[in-house]
């Protein structure tokens, strides 16, 4: 039994070590082919979703290359000091990974998605295999911090459980915003800091002259033409970043450029990603109506990164930069530097953008709330981090190990602290936040639902 554990844990980890654009297109392809997808269709499906995650880590990496050092300039000139940077999803996957009990996140999590499927405490069937680490993160953070395997596992149950709810609770969200019909992300930053914007919408609803406030894209496009379009505001909030962190011409001007296209490629980038999942969604749900038939009600959860092509999400995404770093200056207490996630901001506030039906004016409100929040538990969770880069040798002691997403997720916050009780004030604080934001989305989610069903009902009369 052992020798089948240390196979497995070598061959999983293996596949993980190549990244999630050999890793997704190698599950996936596998996946459609189990399922009655033609071989020859499949491979296509998993090499589009293999390219789709190249170019998005091509682009990632550029806005990490120029804003970074933007962003460090900036912070240098406004005088602040903060001692740890954070490295971002990129490196705290990585960590994860290397943990045992995260080997157990992805056979898991299925088993729990099944059980949930069957018994119809959920109606999401999840294929998002890569972001299981999401999951593995809370079960792994719980185990370096209290040595005790079963407090691990039962992390990731929950982080599962939480996670497969969270996918019903958007998916009416997904269909009437981003048109994604079927379609759901209830994976990571996206998914479970979204609750947030539906409490701030809701009480944005109650001020009389905050709730006519609206601005969008397309609002702005018809009004000043080319500088509101994606290609326009991209060069405009580059350029500027650039003239705040102190840049000439000569280098501010070259950094709007390239912020400009980043809004006109990763669309088209996030496109590839949704032509090879397609085949396996079309398929899924031909099985499921087989089997349940045509009124049978079931999402297929997908990556959050498919919310990305959206002009209003990357427009958020970008304008974030610097108001998390911001936020990073003037909140008290402060240690962390945001900077491996300040390029993938757009996970965070995905969602929230279209909780506010693309009101850009609500998403920097909703958006720097989620910031904020996320940033504090960033800094509550450093040891706990830092104990996990420890145990599976990716940083030596002595060092500091921080990230913002996942090291800033109230779920594995509230879990962990429930076991080592080092900070029972603060966990009360967010726990009560995030249960207040909880019973908010539930309420946004039906009344989205409603909507949407009372649009078809009308199409279908028409």
């Known amino acids: 039994m052992t020798t089948f554990l240390n196979g497995a844990y070598f061959v999983i980890n293996y596949i993980i070590d190549m990244g999630a654009s050999v890793m997704l297109p190698i599950i996936i392809a596998i996946l459609a082919i189990i399922i009655g997808v033609k071989v020859g269709k499949a491979i296509r499906s998993g090499l589009m979703i293999g390219v789709g995650f190249v170019g998005m880590g091509l682009i990632v990496d550029m806005m990490n290359d120029n804003m970074g050092p933007a962003a460090q300039a900036m912070a240098d000139r406004l005088g602040v000091s903060l001692s740890i940077v954070e490295v971002g999803w990129p490196g705290m996957s990585g960590v994860t990974w290397g943990s045992v009990v995260a080997t157990i996140a992805i056979p898991l999590s299925i088993a729990i998605n099944l059980i949930m499927f069957a018994t119809k405490t959920t109606k999401t069937i999840n294929i998002d295999i890569w972001n299981v680490w999401h999951i593995a993160f809370t ?40 048109e994604l019909d079927g379609l759901t992300a209830p994976h990571g930053t996206s998914a479970y800091m979204a609750p947030i914007a539906c409490l701030i919408d809701a009480i944005i609803e109650k001020i009389p002259g905050l709730k006519k406030v609206n601005r969008s894209i397309n609002g702005l496009q018809e009004k000043i033409g080319v500088l509101s379009e994606p290609v326009g505001i991209g060069f405009i909030l580059g350029t500027i970043i650039g003239f705040l962190a102190g840049y000439d011409p000569q280098s501010a001007l070259p950094l709007g450029v390239k912020m400009a296209a980043v809004m006109v490629l990763m669309p088209k980038v996030i496109k590839c990603i949704m032509d090879g999942l397609l085949p396996i969604s079309e398929r899924a749900k031909e099985i499921m109506h087989s089997h349940f038939g045509e009124d049978s009600d079931f999402y297929i959860g997908l990556d959050p990164a498919i919310l990305l092509g959206d002009p209003e999400v990357v427009t958020a995404g970008i304008l974030f930069i610097p108001i998390t770093l911001l936020i990073a200056i003037i909140m008290p207490g402060n240690r962390i530097l945001p900077f491996g996630d300040l390029a993938t901001i757009g996970f965070f506030i995905a969602i929230a953008v279209a909780v506010h039906k693309g009101n850009l004016f609500r998403t920097l409100i909703s958006g720097s709330c989620i910031m904020a929040m996320t940033i504090w538990i960033a800094n509550q969770t450093v040891g706990w981090t830092t104990a996990l880069g420890v145990s599976v040798g990716a940083i030596e002691s002595g060092s500091t190990l921080a990230a913002m997403d996942q090291g800033g997720c109230p779920i ?51």
């Open 139 to 178: 079960g792994a953070i719980a185990y370096a911090v209290t040595g005790t395997l079963w407090i691990g596992i039962l992390g990731e149950a929950v982080h599962s459980i939480i996670t497969f709810k969270l996918g019903d609770l958007w998916a009416p969200l997904l269909a009437d915003y981003f």
């Open 412 to 462: 594995t916050y509230i879990f962990t602290q429930l076991f080592t009780r080092e900070n029972l004030g603060g966990m009360a604080v967010i726990a009560v936040i995030y249960i207040v934001c909880m019973v908010f989305a539930v309420m946004h989610s039906r009344q989205r639902a409603a909507e949407l069903a009372a649009a078809e009902a009308d199409d279908d009369f028409m």
